[in-house]
């Protein structure tokens, strides 16, 4: 079998378009302010592609750069200026902030109701118990991906490979709400290659290059690819062997050109859902 290539870039053109277009028709612009401190060159590329496709579907999108010795109380009251702001629906602080940041006590110092990240505790915890909230953008998009492969969830056995709070956690409460049997395993987990091996849904969420083998897929199984690493020759591969795991899959997203473009399209989607609920 040789599996179809799922195409996050076009998934992710239609989501945005649609997006413009819900824009367009609320009468005012959606606000999204993003705080990078310093300047790691690549969240540099991210941070401009955020705002570019921001703009171009209507949003009102800035991003503040404040430096790298910036202090956390001066970060903290940059965060609750934009929590005051009413202009402002959205707040991202990019991620990985300087050493002597605390980063969790920004990232619970975002207003919830703008936070369109889903990192707070807050939003956490409602995802967690089933109720509305604003949900982690990478997410958020592989549930989009899986929509458009026409993967069915309901019952499938679904492996969540990863635990990080921002992609394995929220993505297996996404998965479970969606009625499927959710198995998280990760970087301790003994049999790596037999868990996987019983997935329908594969989800890979490690940052571990090409950790997931073409033999640890299931025939016809969906994967979804969520790692972005470069290679010490500057490529850039996925946590799967694309080539080893495109003889087995179904479907499977391709690094780069999968996941990726998803996340700034569902950050978009994000501050429309946090730009309704508060002034919709
Ligand atoms: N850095 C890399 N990915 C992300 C993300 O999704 N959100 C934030 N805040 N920082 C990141």
């Known amino acids: 079998m040789t599996a179809r290539i799922i195409d996050g870039k076009a998934v992710a053109a239609t989501l945005r378009a649609g997006l413009a277009e819900r824009v367009k028709s609320l009468g005012f612009a959606p606000g999204l302010r ?3 401190v ?4 690549a969240s540099g590329v991210y941070v401009r592609n955020k705002d570019r496709a921001a703009q171009q579907a209507g949003f009102d999108s800035a991003t503040i750069q404040l430096p790298e010795d910036t202090t956390e109380a001066a ?6 200026q934009l929590n005051e702001d009413p202009a402002v629906d959205g707040i991202l602080v990019q991620l990985p902030l300087p050493a002597h940041i605390r980063a969790d006590a920004v990232i619970q110092a975002v207003d919830p109701a703008k936070d369109v990240d889903g990192f707070h505790a807050i939003n956490a915890g409602k995802l967690a118990i089933g109720q509305p909230a604003l949900t982690p953008c990478t997410p958020k998009g592989v549930m989009h991906l899986l929509a458009a492969a026409g993967a069915s969830l309901r019952g499938a056995r679904a492996v969540v490979l990863g635990r ?3 992609v394995g956690k929220p993505m297996a409460a996404l998965l479970l709400a969606a009625d499927a049997t959710v198995t998280v395993v990760h ?3 003994q049999n790596l290659a037999t868990e996987c091996r019983r997935a329908d849904i594969l989800v890979a969420a490690v940052g571990r290059p090409e ?3 073409g033999d640890w897929i299931e025939e016809g199984a969906t994967v979804i690819d969520v790692g972005i690493n470069r290679l010490p020759n500057g490529r850039l591969v996925g946590d799967v062997a694309f080539d080893e795991a495109v003889q087995h899959a179904g479907a499977i997203t391709p690094v780069p050109g999968g996941v990726g473009p998803m996340t700034i399209a569902c950050l978009l989607e994000n501050t429309l859902e946090a730009a309704i609920a508060r002034r919709g």
């Open 75 to 80: 970060l903290l009251a940059v965060v609750r």
């Open 164 to 166: 990080s709070n921002i």
């Open 38 to 41: 310093g300047d790691d060159p």
């Open 187 to 189: 970087s301790r987990t």
């Open 211 to 213: 950790l997931v083998r």
């Open 34 to 36: 993003v705080v990078r």
